[in-house]
């Protein structure tokens, strides 16, 4: 066995000896590496010691460290599939847990160990890290540890913030306890030469996600969600750093696709899409089942809203005689109250394809289709004729309890229907040459500054 020399910064996080470690702060800064390597080396340095790693889900435990590990270790230990153990001749023990509901860590209840690795603590609430906080116990001399990575976002961002980057601490708490390691992807070498794609899409993401996830800034999730949003009508014409256009006459040849995002006490939203050769999106009509005053809340049956969307493709010259395909919100298909409404869309004769609700790997892919390229290019334009999704895009706000996803409580329902059509067609992060970022205003860009 032969393990790669650390970093700098794994090499801190390696020796750190305070009760409570956070490691990283950003993405790929070598976090579950290092995570690994501490796991390995206390079980071969302190004979008989019990060790937890866990992990929210089973897949992202298996993929991060049970099978890096047996790789690794080989003949070194043994790994029994059963009881998610690895077990090392001297008698210690590596402990896979993972923590997707509240059943999952009833089952931890009763689990004794010495030392607690938590790899993505802000994925987890914060009575969530108590109750595995609390497993950290037992009578022997061995040292009682607690190591947590992670990166800004997430339902515990709040908490793993409190405690390692304010350290605002109450009084049952101890600052001495508590150590902060920072690594950034830039202090991965082995990452950085191996995949220097990772940073380049670190740095197409919009501006707060890039301070968050590239340079480790945990106060940046407040204000405008789509922040890269622009709406410049001296653009309109070449297209340019804006994303809102004059409609065109839409080819015959292009692809259309309509996704939709129902609401019967609240607006729905639909919305056509034709999709040019180079895969790039135009959002040319939209029906919307609100108003711009959300008093008067307009309440359609969903037979209504069907059979308008039907007469619309049935006689709009863009639409008319067209193979359509539909991406809904996958809650239409539910029959817990009687006929679905996926069951009435199709008694209208419109059918839809479940749109995949995966909420952030979704406004991942709406924030790549909005960044520009170097000419200004973005991989969606809105047609200003669509007015609801012009109006309630800028006016989304970051969510103050999961802080990389939007406020739901506000007029989101365009919002949801663009990332159901952005996930059924989902596109690679598009690259942002060095000086040309969307922070800047786009006029100085276009004039060189
Ligand atoms: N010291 C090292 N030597 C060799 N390879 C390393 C080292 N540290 C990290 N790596 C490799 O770099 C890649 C990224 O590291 P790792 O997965 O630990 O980062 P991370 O911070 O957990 O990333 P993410 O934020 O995506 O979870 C992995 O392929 C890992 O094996
Ligand atoms: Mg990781």
Not at 73 to 78: N, S
Not at 188 to 202: S, W
Not at 340 to 351: E, L, R
Not at 394 to 405: C, G, M, N, R, W
Request: proline share 6%.
């Amino acid at each position: 066995m032969r393990i790669p020399a650390p970093s700098a910064r794994q090499r801190l996080f390696l020796s750190d000896k305070h009760r409570y470690v956070a490691f990283g702060g950003a993405r790929g800064g070598g976090k579950s590496w290092a995570v690994r390597i501490k796991a390995v080396l206390l079980a071969f340095g302190f004979p008989g010691i019990k060790i937890m790693i866990v992990r929210r889900t089973y897949p992202e435990l298996r993929a991060n460290h049970i099978g890096p590990l047996r790789q690794l270790l080989g003949d070194f230990a043994v790994y029994k599939d059963s009881t998610k153990e690895l077990s090392f001749p001297n008698g210690s023990v590596i402990l896979f847990r993972h923590c997707q509901t509240q059943s999952d860590i009833d089952k931890y209840q009763g689990t004794e160990v010495d030392v607690l690795f938590i790899d993505e603590a802000t994925q987890f609430t914060e009575e969530q890290y108590d109750r595995f906080k609390a497993c950290v116990r037992g009578v022997n001399s061995f040292p009682k540890r607690i190591y947590l990575t992670c990166n800004p976002g997430g339902v515990g961002h709040a908490f793993v913030k409190r405690l390692f980057v304010d350290r605002a601490y109450k009084e049952s708490e101890n600052g001495e306890d508590y150590s902060f390691i920072r690594s950034l992807v830039t202090d991965n070498k082995a990452l950085m030469e191996t995949n220097p794609d990772y940073v380049a899409q670190l740095k197409a993401l919009p501006p707060k996600l890039r301070k968050a996830w590239l340079e480790g800034d945990w106060n940046i999730f407040d204000g405008q969600f789509f922040e890269e949003f622009r709406d410049i009508p001296e653009h309109y014409k070449d297209r340019k750093f804006t994303h809102v256009i004059e409609p065109f006459e839409v080819p015959r040849e292009w692809n259309i696709v309509r996704s939709f995002d129902f609401g019967f006490a609240k607006p729905f939203s639909c919305d056509w899409w034709a999709i040019d050769y180079d895969g790039r999106a135009y959002l040319i009509l939209q029906l919307y089942g609100g108003t711009a005053t959300p008093n008067e809340g307009v309440k359609w049956h969903p037979d209504k809203i069907f059979s308008e969307i039907h007469r619309i493709e049935s006689t709009h010259r863009w639409l008319k005689g067209k193979q359509i395909t539909g991406v809904a919100d996958p809650s239409i298909w539910d029959v817990s109250r009687g006929e679905s409404v996926y069951d009435t869309a199709c008694s209208n004769f419109v059918y839809f394809n479940k749109g995949d609700n995966k909420r952030i790997p979704g406004w991942m892919q709406c924030h790549y289709r909005m960044s520009f390229d170097e000419n200004g290019l973005p991989m969606v334009y809105f047609f200003n004729t669509c007015t609801h999704a012009i109006r309630t895009l800028p006016l989304l706000q970051f969510s103050e309890t999961l802080p990389e996803d939007l406020d739901t409580s506000q007029e989101d329902h365009f919002a949801d229907s663009f990332r159901y059509f952005c996930m059924s067609r989902p596109i690679a992060p598009r690259k942002m040459p060095e000086n040309k970022t969307i922070e800047k205003d786009p006029l100085n860009l276009l004039s060189g500054g």
